[in-house]
């Protein structure tokens, strides 16, 4: 069975910064892509990140571009998301996500739980 557990969320104060994490289990993590996406307080989903399952390859919204910086561990089964210079936009609950191939062209499959990032003086 596909597990996605996310960690790090909380809460930080504008232009700080946050660490996420996503431990997997259920597949082989190093044959796939990885995403983050999140949902801002009444709003839909929005794609955050991606990295290719290698790690070597990854792509960001326009709306992170600079400040955020995915990476991944694929020894350890786990997904990172580091935040920097967060902005109250940036408030919302962070899912990581699976990807159905090698690279991110075609989407996502699974998400977890999801974190909580809330930033706010």
């Known amino acids: 069975e596909v597990q996605l557990v996310e960690s790090g969320g909380g809460l930080v104060q504008p232009r700080g910064s946050l660490r996420l994490s996503c431990v997997v289990s259920?597949?082989?993590?190093?044959?796939?892509?990885m995403s983050w996406v999140r949902q801002a307080p009444g709003k839909g989903l929005e794609w955050v990140s991606a990295t290719w399952s290698g790690g070597g390859r990854t792509s960001y919204a326009n709306s992170v571009k600079g400040r955020f910086t995915i990476s991944r561990d694929n020894a350890k089964n786990t997904l990172y998301l580091q935040m920097n210079s967060l902005e109250a936009e940036d408030t919302g609950v962070y899912y990581c996500a699976k990807d159905r191939g090698t690279n991110p062209d075609y989407g996502m499959e699974y998400w977890g739980n999801g974190t909580l990032v809330t930033v706010s003086s």
């Open positions: 259920g597949f082989t993590f190093s044959n796939y892509a």
